[in-house]
């Protein structure tokens, strides 16, 4: 385990006490298996950028043995997959860190338990988000992101020389 992913895991299971806490409690996600940020192993050595997206509609990542899911243990085969925040991911870092680019970035959500997943034929490229998931949506940012600033621990913990926010809605990015 890097020493990331156990000060990561310390900060949510010990301090943020996700997602056993009040506010998780009361949150409408379909799964609460909160996804830890993911820090890859050349991330040090390299421009140190974090991308945060929204959230994620799947379960992604390992689940670990406390709840938790990590996506260490499976990057490299999600890294070339076709799903569009890694093909986007990998637009954005090949020029700079080649073929491997997820050894040398960290990535975390502004939501971190499953967000609803409505429908796997909904076109999710030309919709928004209040469209998609109406008020839980926006319930569960408020949560994670506003009221419990977790996002901003996740920052603190990692420190990124720059932090990059994805916000996954486009309709002409090339396969």
Request: proline letters at 4%; a positive charge.
């Amino acid at each position: 385990m890097s020493k990331y992913q156990s000060t990561l895991k310390n900060l949510y299971k010990d301090i943020l006490k996700l997602p056993m806490n009040q506010e998780c409690l009361k949150c409408p996600a379909t799964t609460k298996e909160p996804l830890l940020p993911f820090v890859g192993d050349k991330f040090d050595g390299g421009g140190r950028f974090m991308f945060v997206r929204v959230g994620h509609q799947e379960d992604v990542g390992t689940l670990t043995a406390d709840g938790y899911r990590d996506l260490s243990t499976v990057i490299r085969s999600l890294w070339n997959t076709n799903r569009d925040y890694f093909r986007l991911l990998r637009l954005i870092t090949e020029p700079i860190y080649g073929k491997e680019g997820f050894r040398y970035i960290s990535l975390s959500e502004l939501v971190k338990c499953t967000m609803p997943n409505e429908a796997e034929d909904q076109d999710y490229t030309t919709i928004d988000l209040k469209t998609l998931y109406g008020d839980v949506i926006e319930w569960m940012i408020e949560s994670c992101y506003t009221k419990q600033r977790i996002i901003w621990q996740d920052i603190k913990a990692i420190k990124p020389n720059a932090v990059v926010f994805l916000y996954l809605i486009w309709s002409n990015l090339k396969k």
